[in-house]
Structure formats: structure tokens, C-alpha cells
């Protein structure tokens, strides 16, 4: 997603890369943390690639596909006749990736009825593919990743606590691109002429009043909406210099007004350029769990809402 090379000008990005440089060498359960399109992916590849399995197979596996009726033979396997419709044997993914590294993305998704399977495997190394009575043996590294919290999951009964605590050995947490404006201007600069390259057209050079207005932006899609800016501005804008105007019609949404009361009242005064409600709304729900150190109880009370009703506000927003 960035280079072949993970580097960044954000202290809070540099510090994840230290961490991510001492934990390669070792053989130790990591779990990365961040929102949606912030590089969790690319950052559990540069884990593999630096480390002694790099030569070996890195097996991806998204818990959110997973069918309900297959989980359980995609990811262990099964033998002939296993069940009906098992007409040959398959190799599981967890099996593909013996000698490498298994890396399960979003894993608060996983099925709950596999999760004691693959606590097993982390705790004993073994796997029992369908059908078998003996246990196979695998060394696979494993690596994985979500944007939820995975402690309310716990909390709520949707993920046992025994597998959480086994996977968060080595927890890192990768900051929303908001919160690394530092790397705005390189990430931009580096991936124009990437796509320049790839499509094969002059590369767009980035305005400063352009860059400004990528500065306010809130960029809820993270590093991933930024990339595929970068990619339709190369196309559209090839060769040109990028204003504000480009952007405008690209970006998901103008940058959230900062809300403002009136000191008598208390109310809220609206902006006369306006707002959009459901990113404000994002916008305050994300402030509310910032200031209150994810407390849902005290981000609740200051938005003068139930719990309940935060909760259902964060499932809205994707913010779970």
C-alpha cells in the first residue's frame, strides 16, 4: 500500500515501526490495530517479509468471507468423505501456510464456534482437519488484524477472551492518517508517480493550496482513500498541477466544520457554508470516545445520549 519500504515522517507511525522491525525476528502472535484503510495488511506483509519465514508462503485470510457452512474446511481442511460433497481431500489454509506465516484479517469476525479450534492450534501447534482422528502438526507464525475493539466483543460474549489474550502478545495500534499529517504530502507524492508509472502518463504535481485543503481533510477512508485519490487524480489531472477545485469533486466530503455553541445558549450554531450531518456525526462520536479514553459510559454522557444509543450510533458508523 505504501512502498516496499514502510517509512513514515509521524512519530506515532515511527514508533509503530520499531516495534514492527523488533517483533520480525520473532516468532510471537501479533495483533494490528486500526481503522479501516489505515495499512494493517501491508504492515503484517512487512512482519513476514523481515522476517526468517520470508522465503515461505504468506496465507491471507479475510474472517468476514468465510461462509458459515465451509469456515471450518477452508481454514483446517478436511479428508475424503468427510462429509457430503467431500469428494477429494482439501488442504486447509492454515495448512498452506505451514512454514510461513497465516495472517487473519478482521478476526473479530471469526465464527465462534471455531474459535476454541484455532486456539488450540495457537496453543499446541495442531490442527484436526475433518474427518481425521489423529491431529496434524503446523508451524505457521500467525499474524492478525481488526478495526473493532475487540475487548468489547469479549465483553458482549462474541469473543472468547482465552483467544484474545492469546493473539494480543504484541499488540500495535497503526493512528488513522488524520492523526499523521506528516505523511500526507509524501504518501501523495509517492503514489502520483506510482500510477504515473503504471498508467503510463505525465505525473501531477501537487499545488499548496491544494495540499492545504488535503491537511483539513478528515480522511475517513485513511490511507486507503488517499491512494485511490492519487490514482483517479493521475488519470484526470496527468501532467497538471492538482488546486483545490480537483479535489473538491474527488474527496468523499469537505473537511467537517468544527462545531461552535453559542456562549449564552449553549445551542449549536450552525456554519453558513453548512454541514453534513452524518460526518459531523462521525466526527463527534470519534471526539467523544478520543476524550473519554474509549469510555463508552462518559463518551455517552457528553453527548447527551443513552449507552444504547451510542452504541447503536457507532454500529452506524462503522465505528465497532
Not at 467431500?86 to 478476526?107: P, S
Not at 499488540?171 to 506528516?182: N, S, Y
Not at 456562549?263 to 470519534?286: A, C, I, N, Y
Request: with cysteine; net charge positive.
Amino acid at each position: 500500500m505504501y512502498s516496499k519500504t514502510l517509512s513514515s515522517q509521524s512519530p506515532r507511525m515511527q514508533a509503530v515501526l520499531r516495534a514492527v522491525a523488533q517483533v520480525a525476528r520473532t516468532n510471537a502472535c501479533v495483533l494490528i490495530l486500526g481503522e479501516s484503510g489505515t495499512g494493517k495488511e501491508r504492515v503484517a506483509q512487512t512482519i513476514h517479509a523481515a522476517s526468517p519465514r520470508s522465503q515461505q508462503a504468506f496465507i491471507t485470510i479475510n474472517c468476514t468471507t468465510l461462509p458459515a457452512t465451509l469456515a471450518e474446511s477452508l481454514l483446517f481442511g478436511h479428508i475424503k468423505g468427510a462429509f457430503t460433497g467431500a469428494n477429494d481431500h482439501h488442504t486447509g489454509l492454515i495448512a498452506a501456510a505451514d512454514g510461513g506465516t497465516l495472517f487473519l484479517d478482521e478476526i473479530c469476525e471469526l465464527p465462534l464456534h471455531l474459535q476454541p479450534k484455532l486456539l488450540r492450534f495457537l496453543e499446541q501447534g495442531e490442527i484436526l482437519p475433518l474427518g481425521k482422528t489423529q491431529p496434524q502438526r503446523i508451524n505457521a507464525r500467525v499474524l492478525a488484524a481488526t478495526h473493532c475493539n475487540l475487548s468489547d466483543r469479549v465483553a458482549t460474549g462474541q469473543f472468547r477472551s482465552d483467544l484474545f489474550y492469546r493473539l494480543n502478545v504484541v499488540p500495535l495500534e497503526l493512528p488513522p492518517l488524520r492523526e499523521r499529517q506528516e505523511d500526507i504530502a509524501p504518501l501523495m507524492q509517492h503514489f502520483l508517480a506510482h500510477f504515473a508509472h503504471q498508467h503510463q502518463q505525465a505525473k501531477s504535481t501537487l499545488g499548496p493550496a491544494a495540499l492545504t485543503l488535503l491537511l483539513a481533510y478528515s480522511w475517513p477512508g485513511n490511507v486507503r482513500e488517499l491512494r485511490n485519490l492519487c490514482e483517479k487524480l493521475s488519470i484526470l489531472q496527468a501532467g497538471r498541477s492538482i488546486t483545490p477545485d480537483n479535489l473538491l469533486a474527488s474527496l468523499r466530503s469537505q473537511p467537517t466544520p468544527t462545531p461552535q455553541t453559542n456562549t449564552d445558549s449553549g445551542r449549536f450554531v450552525l456554519p453558513d457554508s453548512g454541514v453534513k450531518l452524518e460526518e459531523l456525526e462521525r466526527h463527534l462520536l470519534q471526539e467523544a470516545l478520543k476524550r473519554t479514553y474509549g469510555n463508552k459510559t462518559k463518551a455517552a454522557q457528553l453527548l447527551g445520549i443513552s449507552r444504547d444509543a451510542l452504541n447503536y450510533r457507532l454500529k452506524k458508523h462503522d465505528l465497532v
